[in-house]
Structures are given as C-alpha cells and as structure tokens.
Antibody, heavy 119, light 107 residues
Framework: EVQLVQSGAEVKKPGESLKISCLGSADTFPKYWIGWVRQMPGGGLEWMGI????????RYNPSFEGHITISADRSLSIAYLQLNSLKASDTATYYC????????????WGQGTQVTVSS | SSTLTQPPSVSVSAGQTARITCSGHAVPNHYAHWYQQKPGQAPVVVIY???ERPSGIPERFSGSTSGTTVTLTISGVQAEDEADYYCQSDDSSGSWMFGGGTKLTVL
C-alpha cells in the first residue's frame, strides 16, 4: 500500500511563506508524479500542479502559477509545495497525491495539511 | 480552460441506483476518473479511465461514457456510500481539472 505522509497543520500570518512536505517511500516514490490539490473550506477539489520526482520537472495550473512552487527531493522521497505571500484566501486543506500507473489520475493521497492564514 | 460540470446534489434511497453525471468538452478525448470523499478524509479513487475499478472498490461502483458526459453509477446504494463525489480529467494543454463535486445523500 502506498503511503504519503504530509507535514502537520500550520497557522501563518498574511504575507508569510510556507512550505508543506509530502513524504513517500523509497519503493513507491521514484519515477512517479506527485500532485497537489487544494480544498478550501466547504469547497471542492482544485488541481494546483504536479512534479516528477526524478527530475523535479513541474507543471502548474495557470491559476496558481507565480504564487506557488512545487518541487521534489528524490533522495529523500519528499515532495514540497511552497506557498508565497500568503493571503487569508489561502486558508485551505492541501493534499498531495500520486499519479496512478494507468493514466492521468491520483491513485494514492496524503492525509491533507490544514493551513490557516490569519492576522 | 476546460471545465467539468456536475450536479451539486443527488439523493437516492438505500438499495436503489444512484447516477452522478459529469459533462465537459474534454470528455470525449480524455479519460475521466471518479473520487469519493467522506467528511474529514482524503479522496479515494473509485473509478479510473472511465470505467476501471481499483482493487478494493465494491462492484456496485461502475462508470460509463457517452458523448461529452461520463456517469458514475452506484448500484444498490448503501448508507456508507453517502459522500461527495468528484470527477476529474485533463485537457490538451496538460492541465488536470476536477468537477465541482456532487453530494450524494442516501435516504
């Protein structure tokens, strides 16, 4: 069973930056794409972007480009989501998820990281 | 950018069949996938590539496609199926997208 373990909940102030991590395992992380999904309170799922763990090739949803950075450290089996210049509207749960073997979908998800941005 | 449209809510009595639709222009040319999300939990894929069921997902979950619409069908709905359901696909630019989600209520 694939396990993705995300870093814990965060409380930040507007204007600050934040880096969330997503830890995989050595046998399930290499040569996979790891994506990030935002879910605002009471809202739906939004695809933010995705990164290839072997070379950190990242693709972004244009709606988030410039506000986030997605990266990966293959040696540590960790993917990262960095959120810059946080606003109250960044308050949400952020999920990492692994792209499936058989297509463009997510077959495994992290438990989610709750981020609260408040002054 | 492409969008996927789902009904906000579907209600069905236990034991009946629930059908949740997802429409979008990208659907005919790109596979659709379905996720179930229960309150406080991460989503779980229940159907991938239009109609494939991952191991561990009950047989009562199935998927189909017709034109610009894909449908998730849950036959013999059980109380435990009450959840939010999201379709997901991709487009020719390489972007992924989710539908707005459908809340399934089991009466």
């Amino acid at each position: 069973e694939v396990q993705l373990v995300q870093s814990g909940a965060e409380v930040k102030k507007p204007g600050e930056s934040l880096k969330i991590s997503c830890l995989g395992s050595a046998d399930t992380f290499p040569k996979y794409w790891i994506g990030w999904v935002r879910q605002m309170p009471g809202g739906g799922l939004e695809w933010m972007g995705i990164v290839y763990t072997d070379d950190s090739d990242a693709r972004y949803n244009p709606s988030f480009e410039g506000h986030i950075t997605i990266s990966a450290d293959r040696s540590l089996s960790i993917a990262y989501l960095q959120l810059n210049s946080l606003k109250a509207s960044d308050t949400a749960t952020y999920y990492c998820a692994r792209r499936g073997d058989y297509g463009i979908y997510f077959d495994s998800w992290g438990q989610g990281t709750q981020v609260t941005v408040s002054s | 950018s492409s969008t996927l449209t789902q009904p906000p809510s579907v209600s069905v009595s236990a034991g009946q069949t629930a059908r949740i639709t997802c429409s979008g222009h990208a659907v005919p040319n790109h596979y659709a996938h379905w996720y179930q999300q229960k309150p406080g939990q991460a989503p779980v894929v229940v159907i991938y590539k239009d109609n494939e069921r991952p191991s561990g997902i009950p047989e009562r979950f199935s998927g189909s496609t017709s034109g610009t619409t894909v449908t998730l069908t849950i036959s013999g709905v059980q109380a435990e199926d009450e959840a939010d359901y999201y379709c997901q696909s991709d487009d020719s630019s390489g972007s992924w997208m989710f539908g707005g989600g459908t809340k399934l209520t089991v009466l």
